[in-house]
């Protein structure tokens, strides 16, 4: 079984437009870009254009790759105050003279999209309800449209990045599931990945995970891009894998195409917070 995300994502965009046609809610995205790194573009105009369908606006700030740190945090401060902007992505990664996780550790963390400031990863950590990491909580949806359980399943994440593996650790634990880690100083991979319920592989490293690493009727989750030869490589060798996985996503196509669809979710959900107060 192929775990379509494009086909995921469509379903939920329509709801989420039908919801806030509905509700006539009003919604500000603001994003920030420093510099002018290529991909980062590429993937604010995937977030600009799924916010454009649904009916949320986009106020995007494009600043110079020589703007300050004291530049930047002034604009995060302003942001926060404006009440009119629900939610905010710095996007990453910034010139080197700026401290990435202390300017996006200063986002307000009801308006924190990514869900990466200290107090939605502390809460993410006792286990309440909190602003996951949009690539997180895409993983959760994916598996879960698909009727996949969690609860008691032994899951296997490769990589413990601070965007994906480390925080789906935790979610995925608050879930149920028995977590195994493995990182770059874990020995023996396969013994590891060979006994996964679901496998998740998170570490950029091209066809990491082969045939051989896998259980018969696992489910397999490939996180990981790499750009080889022009060509986009996720971390799964996924011709081969898919002969003997009972569920595996395509790359691209698989969680990508989620974690654009969580920004959504995340600011329905910041929306439905403040106007609860």
């Known amino acids: 079984m192929i775990l379509d995300g494009k086909k995921v994502r469509d379903e939920l965009l329509d709801n989420y437009k039908e919801k806030i046609k509905n509700e006539n809610l009003a919604i500000k995205l603001a994003i920030i870009l420093v510099g002018d790194n290529e991909a980062s573009k590429i993937y604010i105009r995937n977030k600009e254009r799924a916010c454009d369908y649904v009916g949320i606006v986009v106020e995007k700030y494009l600043l110079a790759a020589d703007t300050s740190e004291?530049?930047?945090?002034s604009l995060i401060e302003k942001l926060n105050?404006?009440?009119?902007?629900?939610?905010?992505i710095l996007q990453s990664p910034v010139p080197s003279h700026i401290d990435f996780d202390k300017c996006s550790g200063l986002i307000n963390s009801r308006k924190d999209v990514d869900g990466f400031t200290a107090y939605n990863i502390y809460n993410l950590y006792l286990g309440h309800d909190t602003i996951l990491p949009c690539t997180v909580k895409g993983i959760i949806k994916l598996i879960e449209y698909y009727n996949i359980p969690i609860a008691g399943a032994n899951v296997v994440i490769v990589g413990r990045g601070n965007i994906v593996g480390h925080p789906l650790s935790l979610a995925l634990l608050n879930m149920d599931a028995t977590v195994t880690v493995a990182h770059s100083k874990t020995k023996n991979l396969a013994n590891l990945t060979k006994n996964a319920d679901i496998l998740i592989s998170a570490t950029g490293h091209p066809h990491l995970i082969k045939k051989d690493m896998v259980k018969d009727g696992a489910v397999v989750i490939d996180v990981g891009v790499?750009?080889?030869d022009g060509h986009i490589l996720g971390d799964v060798d996924f011709e081969f894998v898919k002969e003997i996985a009972y569920a595996i996503t395509p790359n691209p196509g698989g969680v990508g195409p989620m974690t654009v669809a969580m920004i959504i979710d995340n600011l329905?959900?910041?929306k439905g917070r403040e106007n609860n107060g």
Do not use: K
């Open 81 to 88: 105050d404006d009440p009119s902007v629900t939610g905010i």
């Open 226 to 228: 790499s750009r080889v």
């Open 268 to 270: 329905l959900m910041m």
């Open 70 to 73: 004291s530049e930047l945090i």
